[in-house]
């Protein structure tokens, strides 16, 4: 089994040091076999040769693929599932997570304990549990992220789902391949930051079960500052929910689609959970 880790990264030549350090640490502490996705969407900057540089000098796999040209985070995170289904195979897990430093790898550990202990299929890192902490963020983005939260859990409501905006998740192979064979090529139709709300609606169809971790999110670690567009941020987010309102009724019966599966899981050989 192996914990593949997605990072779509554009102009993050700051943050791969101190990222995949944290990265060694984990793989030292925990015995995970982890391999690292990292999609660089068009950087302009060192990005990809500093990611090369520190996986080699690190000792950690890193699976590196290039836009030529900026896609958005919709294209960056659809090229990194692909890859996963590539290389990856049954019983391995995905990881998505930023690549800027701020999302704690050591969390990865927590999340597959729980997923494992409960066959949840995705878990995700949650701003909105007890335990949980946002450090560096300004009010205006907490108080748009909140509302995007309540909105979500009152019109399009995923069971144990709280924090919707959030990206940093952990899928299991099973459900992430079930995906690819429903949706296809329109898996992924967000370009933006609203993609990973509209790939956690569309994944709701399956009826996956789902637990979110409490996060400590560190944006005070974050040397660049923000890629995200807020007012198109907010229409995006918007659009996917009354697209999600008006086919909802169409997909009830997806369930069908499917004979049940159960996800391959082989414990892992942790080290000292400290």
Sequence with gaps: MSLFVLLPAYNE????????????????????????????????DT?????????????????????????????????????FLEISKEGDFLAAMDCD?????????KMYDTMIAGSYDIAIASRYRKGSKVIGLSK??????????????????????????CGYRLYNRNLVSKLDLYYGESLFTESGFACMIDLLLKAKVL??????????????????ASKMKILKTITRTLNVLFKNLSSTGQTSNLGDTFTKQETTQIPLKMANHK
């Design 13 to 44: 030549q700051e943050s791969i040091r101190p990222l995949f350090k944290k990265f060694q640490i984990l793989q030292e502490i925990s015995n995970m076999e982890i391999r690292l996705i990292l999609v660089d969407d068009g950087s302009s």
């Design 47 to 83: 990005t990809a040769q500093t990611a090369l540089d520190e996986s080699q000098s690190l000792g950690i796999f890193l699976k590196l693929v290039q836009h030529p040209k900026n896609a958005g985070l919709g294209q960056a995170i659809k090229t990194g599932f692909m890859t």
């Design 207 to 224: 009826k996956p079960k789902i637990v979110e971790i409490p996060m400590v999110l560190r944006y005070d670690q974050k040397p660049s």
């Design 101 to 109: 430093n701020t999302q704690p790898p050591e969390l990865l550990i």
């Design 140 to 165: 205006f983005r907490e108080l748009m992220s909140y509302g995007a939260s309540w909105l979500f859990r009152i019109a399009a409501s995923v069971p144990g789902v709280r924090d919707y905006t």
